[in-house]
């Protein structure tokens, strides 16, 4: 049985943090970097966001053998922003990263077992807190904690997200009875699961169609995703970046993949459920590249469900009609969010103006080219539907 809370996920919250993030108090040394850390949006349009770091940072080594798996999240999730807003905050990317957020952010990384610099986990998923906290996980109820410059279009950007995953809650919280009922060949139960998994879809595309209510695609260009980038395939960064104090890299230039959204387990996961795969080209290497930019813990659950789950060879071999409607349900629901992907990238990135190197309109901020690819994707999850035939009795 796959259980949630075997890999710090519920129902409630999915993939996002299971402790709520901004009842997370940091002490000492630490205290001061998030104070300063919060105050991005103030040092970042002074353009000398550099200077301004460096001068106030103070060079701690972190207590991370005495901290919460809360406090070195929350941690990482401050030292994230600012090693972004170091590197993009100006107009030329630097060669070294100073040690005094390249030890802290590389030893935070190492202990929580994730790359150093921004990940998903860091923008998304640790990073929102709820208004009220009697009230469930919605738009109107969550706010972002960490921001760069803190604008209606960054917000919005970042909560579509936080509301998508935990609405997907219901949705992964149902994976393990799925994979039991259908290895146990009981038709009903699985049909009855895939339907409730069907409408949890449904919810999640109605709130991927709210992202261009208070994210505009010209500001989301221009003043959100310059900072999210990394330097991995990155002309601005074309050799990578230096860690400076970091004895394991030496003076070696390192390139990481940049934040993005599909970084999100939720995809990969109901893939390995579903059956879903993806001839090789440049983009499914990309995506295979970004599993260990996850959480260790999301990780095990998306490798144990795609080792667990004979869902699609049970649904084409019962051929029963309201089983397979069920499952059809759910992977042109996914097409459709795929679709409404590919939308978004053609107006949100694609189609502006192209503005500084290393915010380049034809490759991602993990920095590969996606336009082409995301058709793909989406044609061969429609290519799963299960056809007629199957729908014999």
Sequence with gaps: MLTLADYDMSPERGFLSQHNADEVILSGDLAKVAEIALHLPELLPTGR????????????????????????????????????????????????????L???????????????????????????????????????????????????DENWFVLIHVAIEAAAGAALA????IVDASAAGDINTTRIHLEAVGDTWKRINAIFDRMPERCDPY????????????????PALPNGLIYEGVDRYGSEAQAFRGQTGSQSSIVPAMDALMGVGHASDP????????HIYRPPAHRRFIEDTRAASQLRGFVEAARNHGLTEAYNGIIQSMADFRTRHLEYAASYINKQNRAASGNDTDVGTGGTPFMRYLKKHRDETTARLIGAAANAA
């Design 49 to 100: 966001v550099r200077e301004l770091l460096c001068a106030r940072l103070p060079e701690t080594d972190l207590p991370l053998a005495d901290m919460t798996d809360a406090e070195a999240r929350m941690c990482m999730v401050h030292y994230a922003f600012m090693v972004q807003a170091y590197v993009w905050g100006e107009p030329k990317a630097p060669d070294i990263l100073p040690r005094k």
């Design 283 to 290: 983009l499914r290497e990309y995506l295979d590249q970004l």
């Design 174 to 177: 149902r994976f393990g009875a």
């Design 102 to 152: 390249a030890i802290p952010m590389v030893a935070l990384a190492d202990h929580l077992g994730q790359q150093p610099l921004m990940p998903y986990s860091g923008y998304v998923l640790d990073n929102w807190a709820l208004i009220d906290k009697d009230d469930p996980i919605d738009l109107d109820n969550i706010f972002m904690i960490q921001n760069f410059l803190n604008g209606q």
């Design 219 to 234: 500001i989301y260009f221009e003043r959100v995703r310059p900072y999210i980038h990394g330097w991995k395939d990155n």
